[in-house]
Nanobody, 125 residues
Framework: QVQLVESGGGLVQAGGSLRLSCAAS????????MGWFRQAPGKERVFVAA????????YYADSVKGRFTISRDNAKNTVYLQMNSPKPEDTAVYYC??????????????????WGQGTQVTVSS
């Protein structure tokens, strides 16, 4: 089993910055990728960004490309989401996810085996 704990959410002004963290513990040796999804009220959970654990390849949703950056610290088993120039439409609960699947683009929820509890991000205009 793998446990994921997100942190760093909160209230941020549009155009500011915020960094989310997700620490993985447990059987992390088998993980191949980690990602971030978000869910706004009344909407489905959607992909935000993902990173391949070994090679460091990154994937982004078009809506955040150029503004958000995903990165990892292998030694700490932690993945980060740096949110620059957030917009009010980025307001959502952000979920961290991890997977032992390989050879995927990691852009859909079904690509992942483990999920965190989520952290609220609110962007004020």
């Amino acid at each position: 089993q793998v446990q994921l704990v997100e942190s760093g959410g909160g209230l941020v002004q549009a155009g500011g910055s915020l960094r989310l963290s997700c620490a993985a513990s447990g059987h992390t040796f088998f993980l191949n990728a980690m990602g971030w999804f978000r869910q706004a009220p009344g909407k489905e959970r959607v992909f935000v960004a993902a990173i391949n654990w070994s090679a460091g390849n990154t994937y982004y949703a078009d809506s955040v490309k150029g503004r958000f950056t995903i990165s990892r610290d292998n030694a700490k088993n932690t993945v980060y989401l740096q949110m620059n120039s957030p917009k009010p439409e980025d307001t959502a609960v952000y979920y961290c996810a991890a997977t032992y699947y390989s050879g995927r683009y990691y852009t859909t929820a079904s690509d992942y085996n483990y999920w965190g509890q989520g952290t609220q991000v609110t962007v004020s205009s």
